[in-house]
T-cell receptor
Framework: EDQVTQSPEALRLQEGESSSLNCSYT??????LFWYRQDPGKGPEFLFT???AGEEKEKERLKATLTKKESFLHITAPKPEDSATYLC??????????FGAGTTVTVRA | DAGITQSPRHKVTETGTPVTLRCHQT?????MYWYRQDPGHGLRLIHY???????DKGEVSDGYSVSRSKTEDFLLTLESATSSQTSVYFC?????????????FGPGTRLTVL
């Protein structure tokens, strides 16, 4: 059974204080690892897909990296508008995703 | 914007009543999904569809049924709603980019079963 664990559950940052979120996974045959951002009361918004160890993707202040057992989402010099819940999901050899419970990030001005 | 709408956006109902949630997409994607999201559990797959009249169960399918009679519409039905089905329900579509499939989500339906 695919398992995805995200840590920490919650992260409070000062504006400009860089940090990282962790997503550890066990899956048979990783087809892709996905990061989403979710704002309160809204659906998840797609951020990145990673599909092989060593791959990195960047978008503004966010950078996602992938190893064979985990992925990190680095937030560099965050701003209050980066406050959201970040979700990680893995796709095995089918068309279904398994999601972690998410990390809620709060950035204070 | 993946052109996904969900209706209703909010619903309050009573235990034992039937409820149908609708997901509509405008871009003819083959794969559609229904998830529920609860605190501490993340998103869990209820059912999914890989074409008209082709559906399959996810990890939390008990108490739910689905139908897809047209490519653009995917319906989720709770035959007899229970309080444990109080949740936020998200529909998603899958964009097949060959090697992997990004999923894009609708705005959600908040369902309360009293």
């Amino acid at each position: 059974e695919d398992q995805v664990t995200q840590s920490p559950e919650a992260l409070r940052l000062q504006e400009g204080e860089s940090s990282s979120l962790n997503c550890s996974y066990t899956v048979s045959g990783l087809r892709g690892l996905f990061w989403y951002r979710q704002d309160p009361g809204k659906g998840p918004e797609f951020l990145f897909t990673l599909y092989s160890a060593g791959e990195e993707k960047e978008k503004e202040r966010l950078k996602a990296t992938l190893t064979k057992k985990e992925s990190f989402l680095h937030i560099t010099a965050p701003k209050p508008e980066d406050s959201a819940t970040y979700l990680c999901a893995v796709q095995a050899n089918d068309y279904k995703l398994s999601f972690g419970a998410g990390t809620t990030v709060t950035v204070r001005a | 914007d993946a052109g996904i709408t969900q209706s209703p956006r909010h619903k309050v109902t009573e235990t034992g009543t039937p409820v149908t949630l609708r997901c509509h997409q405008t871009e003819n994607h083959r794969y559609m999904y229904w998830y529920r999201q609860d605190p501490g559990h993340g998103l869990r797959l209820i059912h999914y569809s890989y074409g008209v009249k082709d559906t399959d169960k996810g990890e939390v399918s008990d108490g739910y049924s689905v139908s897809r009679s047209k490519t653009e519409d995917f319906l989720l039905t709770l035959e007899s709603a229970t309080s444990s089905q109080t949740s936020v329900y998200f529909c998603a579509i899958s964009v097949d980019s060959g090697r992997h499939n990004e999923q894009f989500f609708g705005p959600g339906t908040r369902l309360t079963v009293l």
